[in-house]
């Protein structure tokens, strides 16, 4: 099982970024998949975005919430997350997941997002 963050870079202040996750090795068709992220100096990984395999239920962190979209393919085992309104405190490594159940048991290997000011 794979999963391949891609789409990170250095933006400024106020610009847009799009993630994609590329999945392979499994359909993630009936997974949970998610976005987290980790800032300069955290040590956990925190919740950005998720979204449901039933019904494309999407589930966003209060600090990105109305900025950032969280979307699937199904069919093409891709998902992706749009960024608008950046800014420098969302820079991070980010990260794409997936769940089976309960728990996110896969995990990509993170891509940065820098936002300057």
């Known amino acids: 099982v794979q999963m391949v963050e891609s789409g990170g870079g250095l933006v400024q202040a106020g610009g847009s970024l799009r993630l994609s996750c590329a999945a392979s090795?499994?359909?993630?068709?009936?997974?949970?998949m998610g976005w987290f992220r980790q800032a300069p100096a955290r040590t956990e990984r925190d919740f950005v975005a998720?979204?449901?395999?039933?019904?494309?239920?999407?589930l966003y962190a209060d600090s990105v919430k109305g900025r950032f979209t969280i979307s699937r393919d199904n069919a093409n085992n891709t998902m992706y997350l749009q960024m608008n309104s950046l800014k420098t405190e969302d820079t991070a490594v980010y990260y794409c997941?997936?769940?089976?159940?309960?728990?996110?048991?896969?995990w990509g290997q993170g891509t940065q997002v820098t936002v300057s000011s």
């Open positions: 998720s979204i449901s395999w039933t019904d494309g239920t999407a």
């Open positions: 090795g499994v359909s993630f068709r009936r997974y949970r």
């Open positions: 997941a997936a769940a089976p159940r309960n728990d996110y048991i896969y």
